[in-house]
């Protein structure tokens, strides 16, 4: 209908009709760019805000888990420390996860969503360097725990003399597999520490200018200190 419109003015020779309509597909054309440009950032205002909620969910679960394994672990070796203090010979404190022995590999799906066009690079990096840690402090406990299936629970069943020296004193190999338990439960502590760090910079609506610091919750997870999420008021 426009085009006719403009046929008709330039064979009429009525030149400001004629630059009316060229106005009119100009600003026609322009807010029909705007709006969908509207629509695109609207679509990926909410797309950010869905794979936000999905990964706030799940660093919130992973944090909840993580206390629970912390809490049954402390107290676990606590009570192992307290019997061996008493000279007591208690057999080696071990603990196995119900049901699964890794968690759910919920990055590698988003990863793939393009998300470095909805988050800051030093976001895009925590993120990555976290999942990646997760993973790695997963495999270690899969070595841990098929020490115990294989040594421990085996040596449940022979008595003290499969874990003690003549002496009283307990296997090497005992006291090193608790060892490892105690590394991960510190681990446990650092990554929950690093979990609400990166909770906090996902619902904050700014862009930061560097990284949740792994060193720093690392160390406060061998120190057994609270976090305080980096960047935080």
């Known amino acids: 209908m426009i085009l006719r419109s403009i046929t008709k003015h ?11 309509d060229f ?3 100009i600003v026609g ?4 760019i705007q709006v969908a440009n509207w629509n695109e950032d609207r679509l990926d205002d909410q797309r950010r ?3 936000i909620d999905a990964l706030v969910t799940n660093l919130e679960d992973s944090n909840s888990v993580q206390q629970g394994f912390l809490a049954e672990i402390e107290a ?6 307290a019997a061996h203090a008493r000279g007591e010979q208690p057999p080696p404190y071990h603990y196995r996860i119900d049901g699964s022995d890794t968690a759910p590999d919920i990055w590698s799906a988003l990863a793939q969503m393009q998300l470095t066009d909805l988050f800051d690079p030093y976001t895009i990096v925590d993120l990555t360097f976290y999942y990646s840690e997760l993973e790695g402090v997963g495999r270690k406990y899969i070595r ?3 020490y115990v299936e294989d040594q421990v629970l085996p040596g449940l069943l022979a008595g003290k003399t499969a874990f003690y020296l003549p002496d009283g004193t307990i296997r090497p190999a005992f006291q090193a597999n608790m060892d490892r338990l105690r590394e991960f439960a510190a681990e ?3 990554l929950a520490a690093w979990g609400r760090c990166l909770i906090y910079r996902l619902e904050a609506d700014r862009v930061f200018e560097d990284s949740c610091r792994r060193v720093d919750y690392q160390l406060e997870g061998m120190a057994r200190r609270p976090a305080q999420p980096e960047g935080q008021p």
């Not at 330039?10 to 009316?20: T, Y």
């Not at 676990?76 to 420390?81: H, I, K, S």
């Open 10 to 20: 330039v064979r009429d020779q009525n030149w400001f009709a004629v630059g009316i």
């Open 23 to 25: 106005l009119i597909v």
């Open 29 to 32: 054309v322009f807010i029909g």
């Open 49 to 51: 805000a869905q794979i």
């Open 76 to 81: 676990g070796l606590e009570a192992w420390d």
């Open 144 to 146: 841990y725990v098929e």
């Open 188 to 190: 446990n502590r650092a």
